[in-house]
């Protein structure tokens, strides 16, 4: 139950392009789901997240959108460019709780 | 402001050894948080410390523990090395953990430890 299911394991897109990644969860208990960008060296780093009581949330060309009955989120990056290639996680948590459970990671190619 | 910061950076150690991994959380930061990751398994959490007590505990052996000091710097031990536990070990802090929605949590770059 404390799963979190992330698709699909890689993906190419084209520059300009609208790359989705998408991600289902278990557990009715989170209540908190962010995104993490990795680039190659380096820690994963927030880009965005989203509370279940919001269908969508942007914050420059990242867009989550959430569908709380299907318990599915997902991450749509507008007008996509090379400097975004990196490995997107989603994750949730609940209550505060700092324990985040990941997905299985994207990873994404943005080609020129 | 400085980062989370995490020594060393990578390391070499011999099966059946023990390995102590440092994290500096960021200044003013009261939780760390330990997460393990592999190509295989992905992003797991290992424990997470508030105040010097561990708060949150994944699902791991007992060979992987972990300390916090007073001033909040964080140490994790893995002691009698299988191969499996080569890994980048990720160290995260975040300000308040206390319930409140939306803690952002910060990730150093990680400690990556081969055991040969």
């Known amino acids: 139950q404390q799963q979190v299911k992330q698709s699909p394991q890689s993906l190419i897109v084209q520059k300009g392009g609208i790359p989705i990644i998408n991600c289902a969860y278990e557990?009715?208990?989170?209540?908190?789901f962010p995104w993490y960008q990795q680039f190659p060296g380096k820690g994963p780093a927030l880009l965005i997240a989203?509370?279940?009581?919001?269908s969508e949330k942007k914050e420059g060309r990242f867009t989550i959108s959430f569908n709380k009955s299907a318990k599915q989120f997902s991450l749509h990056i507008m007008d996509s460019q090379p400097g975004d290639s990196a490995t997107y996680f989603c994750?949730?948590?609940?209550?505060?709780?700092?324990?985040?459970?990941f997905g299985t990671g994207t990873r994404l190619t943005i080609i020129p | 402001k400085a980062g989370v910061t995490q020594t060393p950076r990578y390391l070499i150690k011999t099966r059946g050894q023990q390995v102590t991994l440092s994290c500096s959380p960021i200044s003013g930061h009261r939780s760390v948080s330990w997460y393990q990751q592999t190509p295989g398994q992905g992003l797991q959490f290992l424990f997470e410390y508030f105040s010097e007590t561990q708060r949150n505990k994944g699902n791991f052996p007992g060979r992987f523990s972990g300390r916090q000091f007073s001033n909040s710097r964080s140490e994790m031990n893995v002691s009698t090395l299988e191969l499996g536990d080569s890994a980048l070990y990720l160290c995260?802090?975040?300000?308040?953990?206390?319930?409140?929605?939306?803690?952002?949590?910060?990730f150093g770059e990680g400690s990556w430890l081969t055991v040969v």
């Open positions: 995260a802090s975040s300000l308040d953990p206390t319930g409140t929605w939306g803690n952002t949590i910060y």
């Open positions: 994750a949730a948590s609940s209550g505060g709780n700092e324990k985040l459970t």
């Open positions: 989203i509370r279940p009581d919001v």
């Open positions: 557990n009715t208990a989170f209540d908190y």
